[in-house]
């Protein structure tokens, strides 16, 4: 059973900086490919950012230079620390994880999500 869990939304006014962070846990053997993901009401889920296990990273056009993505293999984590926010920011935040059980088992898994509020 593996779980993946996200943190770190709430309402911050525009300009401001907010950081994300997703945990995974359980039956975990590696961790490859992880990434943000936002949903905005009435619309699609989007792709944000991704990172490599090896560190490699690659951001959607509309947060480069704002948003930056990283992880902690040895504690299974991953971030995104957001600055200056705009309100088109707001969104549903997701993480997603590529993670193996076993050397021939993985799957995709996604978190909750967690609510991201960019207003004055």
């Known amino acids: 059973q593996v779980q993946v869990v996200e943190s770190g939304g709430g309402l911050v006014q525009p300009g401001g900086s907010l950081r994300l962070s997703c945990a995974a846990s359980g039956n975990i053997f590696s961790i490859y490919d992880m990434g943000w993901y936002r949903q905005a009401p009435g619309k699609e889920r989007d792709l944000v950012a991704l990172?490599?296990?090896?560190?490699?990273?690659n951001y959607v056009d509309s947060v480069k230079g704002r948003f930056t993505i990283s992880r902690d293999n040895a504690k299974n984590e991953m971030y995104l620390q957001m600055n200056s926010l705009k309100p088109e920011d707001t969104a549903v935040y997701y993480c997603?994880?590529?993670?193996?059980?076993?050397?021939?088992?993985?799957?995709?898994?996604w978190g909750q999500g967690t609510l991201v509020t960019v207003s004055s």
């Open positions: 990172i490599t296990s090896g560190g490699n990273t």
């Open positions: 997603n994880a590529e993670i193996a059980t076993s050397p021939w088992s993985k799957g995709n898994y």
